[in-house]
């Protein structure tokens, strides 16, 4: 129980501190801070994931450690950090980028499914928190996928109107997912009740009753 709560705490943290680098990140486009923030986010994200992923015991992992669950979840804390890496290499002068965006947004969205059916099944979180994860990934890709919609579906004149908003829901899905679920595990482990230690009466002590 103890290990349990320590995890949630500590990924739980990392998944808010991620998701406040975001809001920072966004707020700080275009200035010095830009890269420093922007590698703080992938580096926060892969550590909560990781922590998450692997905890201090089998018991205390959310996937129990099974080993589909940690290879997917492992591949979902490190994927940012890669893409990022790989970005590296890029030429500026080549508009072709390294990894096609078919790769870049449907693998990692392919993982996270499997991820969240496998925390789900783990059996690990409280009943009440398991699926929270498959629903902040249903609440992000929506937000994910209307950000595109709308400037897809608008004409140039009218798209540039939608910018701040197709930007505002892909703040939203982000935070969702990170600071959302943050607070989620926090929650969970403050709803958590120590295990209840057995009182025994001393031998010498009359039973109640007689």
Request: with cysteine.
């Amino acid at each position: 129980m103890r290990g349990r709560r320590l995890t949630w705490t500590i990924g739980g943290a990392g998944l808010i501190a991620c998701g406040v680098a975001g809001i920072l990140l966004s707020a700080t486009l275009g200035s010095s801070l830009t890269d420093v923030l922007a590698s703080s986010v992938d580096l926060l994200w892969a550590a909560a994931v990781l922590v998450f992923a692997i905890g201090t015991s089998p018991r205390d992992s959310v996937v129990a450690r099974r080993p589909l669950g940690m290879i997917t979840l492992a591949l979902v804390a490190l994927w940012p950090l890669a893409l990022r890496i790989v970005g590296l290499f890029q030429d500026p002068m080549n508009p072709i980028p390294l990894i096609p965006w078919e790769v870049s947004t449907f693998v990692p969205l392919a993982l996270s499914l499997v991820a969240v059916v496998q925390i789900g099944r783990a059996s690990v979180a409280p009943r009440a928190w398991r699926w929270a994860p498959a629903i902040a990934l249903a609440v992000s890709v929506a937000c994910d996928a209307l950000s595109l919609v709308v400037v897809a579906g608008a004409d140039q004149a009218t798209a540039i109107q939608f910018v701040g908003l197709s930007s505002a829901l892909g703040v939203i899905g982000f935070l969702v997912r990170t600071l959302g679920l943050g607070i989620v595990a926090l929650l969970a482990v403050a709803s958590e009740r120590p295990a209840s230690v057995p009182v025994y009466s001393s031998p010498s002590e009359p039973a109640p009753g007689s």
